[in-house]
């Protein structure tokens, strides 16, 4: 799809924890519709990046702004959908089925005191069927596969109607079969309903296959552009060190 006006920018962003430097005068734009992948090093500030797109930590310094407005001024932050780390682990000690957990989105939506109306359960319905998971929408979490609780928290983000998607790291502990799957329906919700998604991940091979925009993140900002640009020695270096290898391994099409 064309590329449109910048639905979140980034400007010389900082941020520390006490006197620790975890991002230092960061800027990027993403635009609407983009599907941008973000990698680089454990403690290079990818999930502090996150938690202040999504409002939940002010910068130091510098500004974010979403949907053309400051983040912390957004008050349509249920067009934010978010699937935090490590998710399909902890989500097995949830004592709560799918659909529960599918109608829990909802709530940004619709404040706390008020009733499902007839929309918000076509909502649930909708997202439930575009992940895939309808079929178990009776089962508690703790049944499901990794897979299959993956797609219940995207589920639970699009019960929402966002549009932007975050995920930090949610295939981890997943198999090989269901991450595939995962990558494609991802794929469908950017190319198809025109979804802006924001991907953190540690897999170099899956930002190269996967994403259209790459940000190199290492506190500050390694590189932003194209996959095929951004697999370099010199950007490679900077984010993990000379002595780290990589393979880059070539999907057919």
Known sequence: MPRQQPIIEVNAVGF???????????????????????????????TTLVKIL????????????????????????????????????SAGEFPATVREIVESGRTAHLGLWRRFTPD???????????????HVQHRRLAKLSGGERQRVFIARALAAKPRILILDEPTV?????????????????????????IFVTHDIDVIAQEATTV???????????????????????????????????????
Do not use: W
């Open 16 to 46: 520390q924890y006490g006197d620790i430097p975890v991002l230092t005068n960061l800027s990027f734009s993403v635009p609407a519709g983009d599907y941008v992948g973000v990698i680089g090093p454990n403690g290079g500030g990818k």
């Open 54 to 89: 999504l409002g939940l930590l002010q910068p130091t310094e510098g500004s974010v702004t979403v949907f053309s407005a400051p983040i912390r001024s957004v008050s349509e932050r249920h067009l934010i959908g978010y699937v935090p780390q490590r998710i399909t682990h």
């Open 120 to 134: 918000d359960r076509q909502a649930v319905q909708a997202a439930m069927a575009h992940a895939e998971v309808q």
């Open 173 to 197: 502990g997943v198999d090989v079969a269901a991450q595939e799957k995962f990558f494609a329906f991802l794929k469908e919700l950017n190319t198809q309903h025109g979804m802006t998604i």
């Open 215 to 253: 940000l190199c993140l290492n506190h500050g900002l390694v590189c932003y552009g194209s996959p095929h640009d951004f697999i370099k020695e010199e950007y490679m270096e900077r984010l993990y060190g000379k002595t780290r290898k990589f393979v880059l391994h070539h999907h057919e099409p």
